[in-house]
């Protein structure tokens, strides 16, 4: 498993758990959805995967790829052109590789290729516009992880949806959560005192709008802007392996009766 200190790929060796948990349905089910909920974690955290390319030949009068550390600031007085590198199947159908880190690209062949660090979402986008190719491939090979446009359209609809606060509705009904794991709410209580020097309390219920049960966070904070918040606390939820559906609501006093005060 790939194991990186870089802030925008913390989020890849638990992608490639949740892929080789992929490995044991036989067909789609919670481990293939629990690998989309990661890539939308991921995504919200400005989370980077490594897109193979061809180093272009003009890059080798100003520097040896083999030899650029990792930070070092190079400039060169011309425009580079770097080209993607794509797979293809056996059927013929291309896709564009994307790796989760150096090692993965190793056991791909590509090792001592180039590579650039980008924003998922936004290589996506990318792929979206790109004619004749079929969609994303994460770790190509014995244990990758197909991803057509028809999902990648899904994702980045999901990861605008999740940007926007959501609203509970009139209609909505709290209800004691249930499936707590031992010891949860103690981790969220000393997570929050570490992480959030702005929230002020937050509340613990379970909730049941219309058809949908989820958990929920009440969160008061002393900020406008509550959304980087639930960002966060939904990091945390994904890092925990937490499966259940979670709700994050803003609130300026207790919410409702029977909502537990975890902090504050």
Request: glycine share 6%.
């Given at each position: 498993m790939c194991k990186n200190d870089d802030v925008f790929m913390q989020f890849n060796p638990l992608i490639e758990e949740r892929i080789e948990a992929c490995y044991e349905e036989e067909e789609f089910g919670e481990a293939h959805l629990s690998v989309l909920q990661t890539l939308l974690a991921a995504m919200?955290?400005?989370?980077?995967?490594?897109?193979?390319?061809?180093?272009?030949?003009?890059?080798?009068?100003?520097?040896d790829p083999d030899k650029?550390?990792?930070?070092?600031?190079?400039?060169?007085?011309?425009?580079?052109?770097?080209?993607?590198?794509?797979?293809?199947?056996?059927?013929?159908?291309v896709s564009m590789p994307v790796f989760t880190g150096p090692e993965k690209m190793t056991e791909a062949g590509l090792d001592g290729c180039s590579s650039i660090s980008f924003f998922l979402d936004e290589y996506m986008r990318q792929v979206l516009e790109m004619e004749g190719v079929?969609?994303?491939v994460i770790n190509p090979g014995e244990r990758g992880f197909f991803l057509s446009k028809h999902v990648i359209d899904m994702l980045l609809k999901a990861y605008q949806e999740q940007k926007t606060n959501h609203t509970?509705?009139?209609?909505?009904?709290?209800?004691?959560p249930e499936n707590v794991p031992d010891g949860f709410l103690d981790m969220m209580s000393e997570f929050i005192a570490n992480n959030f020097d702005e929230v002020e309390k937050v509340w613990f219920t379970g909730i049941r709008d219309g058809e949908d049960e989820s958990w929920c966070f009440a969160i008061k904070?002393?900020?406008?802007?509550?959304?980087?918040?639930?960002?966060?606390?939904?990091?945390?939820?994904?890092?925990?392996?937490?499966?259940?559906?979670?709700?994050?609501?803003?609130?300026?006093e207790t919410p409702w009766e029977g909502a537990e005060l975890i902090y504050g």
């Open positions: 919200e955290q400005e989370g980077h995967m490594l897109i193979p390319v061809e180093t272009p030949d003009n890059a080798m009068k100003y520097f650029i550390e990792e930070g070092q600031e190079i400039t060169v007085p011309e425009e580079l052109h770097w080209t993607l590198i794509n797979v293809t199947n056996d059927k013929g159908e079929e969609g994303i509970v509705s009139k209609d909505a009904v709290f209800i004691k904070a002393g900020t406008e802007d509550i959304q980087p918040i639930f960002d966060r606390f939904h990091t945390m939820m994904v890092l925990s392996k937490i499966d259940m559906v979670v709700d994050y609501v803003a609130v300026e």
